[in-house]
């Protein structure tokens, strides 16, 4: 019988959280909805640093614009510009302060996203250790159940041995 798992098809950061948690009662179901999940945070972060990428291109460009606007305006102007003077008139310019505070919003989701790919590796290894840990109390138990019922065996066996020895006895004296 094949159990079909929903997931909503674009989860959230929040959605993806929430299954940090491990039911130490189900584990089986965990370990293997772990991938699943794994691949999901993975794809976020992988989509968070693209993101991240391409505000630092668009940054990139847009002081490569603005300088060699300044520039050109000064050449006009007759104005002479100190490397420093170029750079403090691009980055006090609302759309470069803009621009810098977009770079900075997705370096922080991106980084995020990658906190959150640690803790789903981290929770990979302690559903191994909790797996691991799980199988051994098993078959602790069941060498322990196996004793019990040897135990209780052994004592039958006596108990009837007993029983036989007294009967005898009792028809010998």
Known sequence: MTVERRRSPTPTRADLESHLVIDEDNID?????????????????????????ERKLELK???????????RRAIE??????????????????????????????KRVADDWATLKESFQQRSYM?????????ARLHNLGVERGATDA??????????????????RGRGD
Not at 127 to 135: A, D, H
């Open 151 to 168: 135990r209780t065996r052994i004592g039958d066996r006596n108990r009837v041995a007993a029983e036989r020895l007294r009967s005898e």
């Open 77 to 106: 102007a007759e104005e002479k510009l100190t490397e420093k003077q170029l750079e403090n008139r691009i980055t006090g310019l609302p759309r470069v302060k803009d621009k810098s505070r977009e770079v900075l919003a997705a």
């Open 29 to 53: 179901e965990s370990l293997v909805d772990q991938p699943g999940y794994f691949d999901q945070v993975a794809k976020a972060h992988a989509a968070s640093n693209a993101n991240y990428e």
């Open 127 to 135: 559903l191994r250790e909790l797996n691991t840990s799980q199988i």
């Open 61 to 71: 460009e847009l002081l490569a614009e603005l300088d060699g606007d300044i520039r």
